[in-house]
């Protein structure tokens, strides 16, 4: 009897697809979109993200703009001149915040709403990139959600919430869990996606044979980056699909990002026509 594989769903290998389609909608815009990321610190984690979303940018022909600015007066000077300025297509604020006493939704409210790419506040025209990132993945690998059990771990601002409200609106009914809870409860669920920034939180026991495992947390300890799920659920076989340590959800949030900066470049050329 031949062993099963578990199926890898790479996000990367996604994202490659997408950029392609991106880079020849860019070139037929006749100008150059940009993206200003704003953040208040210069984290060696958050670089790392920051960078990659610089040189995806480069590769399709956006400008991507990185501003630090630890003072929140001069944060939020910086968004409202944004928000008025045509050149700038799309603003993020990029999380986490260095400074925990900020409130994170009343900065991100002060994105107009068709320059909020991200999807973080609540009048944003577009949905969360992250979460709209786990759905994309899912339905890129054919991964029915009809008839499934599906589990929602965390139900922060960036994948949890926006993703249960994706899902309800299509008509699913997904379990939303705490980090906190009885995650044995995970045994009896097909699909789950976690995104609480627990390290190793969910182990091998609490899944099922032929689930499908979507890991969109984010850690650091010691300047390394893990997910929420522990290194042994990768060692099994028995999984239907899981993403991989790296190069899951990540590079597709970022594919999604630059989806929503070109809709709304493309739309600001069509009101300049108007």
């Not at 956006?62 to 799309?90: C, F, M, R, W, Y």
């Not at 990139?129 to 029915?144: C, E, F, M, P, R």
Request: proline share 4%; glycine share 6%; hydrophobic share 40%.
């Amino acid at each position: 009897m031949s062993r099963t594989k578990t199926k890898e769903l790479n996000g990367r290998e996604v994202a490659d697809f997408i950029k392609n389609s991106q880079a020849a909608s860019v070139a037929k815009l006749g100008f150059t979109p940009r993206l200003l990321i704003l953040r208040d610190n210069d984290n060696p984690v958050i670089n790392k993200y920051v960078n990659l979303k610089i040189r995806y940018g480069a590769d399709i022909g956006v400008e991507v703009v990185d501003q630090i600015l630890p003072n929140l007066d001069q944060l939020k000077s910086a968004l409202k001149l944004h928000n008025q300025d045509p050149s700038t297509h799309g603003i993020i604020l990029q999380l986490p915040l260095k400074n925990t006493d900020v409130d994170v939704s009343e900065i991100v409210s002060l994105i107009t709403s068709d320059k909020d790419v991200d999807g973080l506040s609540e009048t944003a025209k577009f949905d969360s990139a992250t979460a709209t990132a786990v759905h994309l993945l899912l339905n890129s690998y054919d991964i029915s959600l009809q008839q499934k059990k599906l589990a929602i771990v965390g139900y922060g601002r960036l994948v949890g919430k926006p993703l249960a409200k994706i899902w309800q609106n299509s008509g699913l009914n997904p379990t939303i869990f705490r980090r906190h809870d009885d995650l044995s409860k995970l045994i009896n669920f097909d699909i789950i996606v976690s995104a609480t920034g627990s390290p190793r939180l969910i182990t091998s026991d609490m899944l099922k044979s032929g689930a499908t495992v979507v890991d969109s947390g984010t850690a650091s300890e010691n300047g390394i980056l893990l997910g929420d799920v522990d290194d042994s659920v990768r060692d099994r076989s028995d999984l239907s699909a899981i993403t991989p340590k790296i190069g899951g959800v990540g590079p597709l949030t970022i594919a999604v990002l630059f989806s929503h900066l070109i809709t709304a470049a493309t739309k600001q050329k069509s009101q300049n026509h108007d």
